[in-house]
C-alpha cells in the first residue's frame, strides 16, 4: 500500500489548517501583483538566503568525508554558493534576470 494513504487521515483532521496557507498565499499572490518590482526583490532575497545556508551546509558537510577529492568538490561548490548568494543581496535586479533567464532556459 503506498505510504500516501497513510496520511490521509492526518490530513482530513486539519483540512482547516490547509485551507488557511491557502487563502494566506492567495492573499501573498494578490498583494505580489500590485508590486512585482518588491515581489521579485524579495523572492530574490529569498533565493539568496536560500543560496547561503546551503552553501555554508555544504562546506560544513565537506569536512565529514572521508576521500579528498570530494570533500575539494563539495567545499567549491558551497564556495560557490556562498558567492552567489552573496551576489544576490549586491544586486538582487541582476540576480533575478539571471534566474529568470537560468529558469527560462532550463523550461
Do not use: C, D
Not at 536560500?50 to 577529492?69: K, N, P, T, Y
Amino acid at each position: 500500500m503506498p505510504q500516501g494513504l497513510h496520511q490521509t487521515p492526518a490530513l482530513r483532521a486539519r483540512w482547516g489548517w490547509i485551507v488557511a496557507l491557502g487563502v494566506v498565499f492567495l492573499l501573498a499572490g494578490l498583494i505580489a501583483l500590485g508590486s512585482v518590482v518588491m515581489a521579485t526583490v524579495a523572492s530574490v532575497a529569498l533565493v539568496g538566503i536560500m543560496m547561503l545556508i546551503s552553501g555554508v551546509a555544504e562546506i560544513i558537510h565537506a569536512f565529514s568525508l572521508r576521500s579528498w577529492g570530494k570533500m575539494v568538490l563539495w567545499v567549491l561548490l558551497g564556495a560557490l554558493y556562498v558567492v552567489a548568494g552573496i551576489a544576490t543581496f549586491r544586486n538582487p535586479l541582476l540576480a533575478a534576470a539571471v534566474l529568470t533567464l537560468t529558469l527560462g532556459l532550463a523550461l
